[in-house]
């Protein structure tokens, strides 16, 4: 039976990549052009599974991403890493000397902008996605235009690079994570990492007891972000990621943190994928 997987953007794009990386079998892909529509096709059941980025090691933490899988009951069943490699690609047979102008998201045109700056004749064009740009130049026979994205994209709309990595920072990670509307029940000895989410009274202390309640369940902790609740003025939920050897530990401290917490909520237990050459 074939799996349905929602991506934001379309095929050739970053989330397509991880696709192909992540699932070993055979899976069709549901095109999304924003995470709220990508949520709706997991919630209608359009699709069986989900991927999302939500974390970047040089922009950050997408929270935003981590409210709407908080709001719809979503869960968080894996997680894969991708280093983004931007490439410049256009019809086959044009050279750099040939492009007029370069089409892409405005986050990968800022992500290249050191290799930009060598060609000041070269005009910049915000577009709304990486991969559908590549399309587009395949599709309309656009010569001495190019486009900056993925490897995937280039083979997917038989473009030729014609400068590959040309992002500023080399190592540049995304976090990824697979959702779906069913909770996925690892055995306990696999799972080493959770993401969870918390509220706590507005009191002094009250966050450095928690902390230090992970910190007394051996938890190591990854990520920590406060995200403002609108209904309530002055309150704010936390969204936190940590890892553990022992899910004993973790058992322990979500035990606790029920106790402590105004609000606790378990977003997703799922196997660290984390490269040990990403680990700081």
Known sequence: MTTKIAIQGIKGSFHHQVVK???????????CLSFEELIDSLIAGKSDQAVMAIENSIAGPIIPNYALIDKNNL???GEHYLNIQQNLMALKGQKIEDIKEVHSHPMALLQCMDFLKQYP???LIEDKDTAETARRIQEKQLTGIAAIASVTASEMYDLDIIASSIQTIKNNM????IIKKQNSFLPESEINRASIKFELDH????LAAVL????????????IQSLPKIETPWKYSFFVDV???KYEDFAKAKALLNIMAEYFKVLGEYKNTKPL????
């Open 243 to 245: 890892t553990f050897e």
């Open 75 to 77: 869960h968080i069943i």
């Open 174 to 177: 995304t976090r990824f994570v």
């Open 277 to 280: 050459s990403s680990e700081s």
């Open 21 to 31: 990386e992540y699932f070993s079998e055979n899976v069709d892909i549901d095109e």
């Open 121 to 123: 004749n070269i005009k």
């Open 212 to 223: 230090n309640v992970m910190s007394d369940c051996k938890l190591n902790l990854t990520k």
């Open 203 to 206: 009191k002094r202390g009250s």
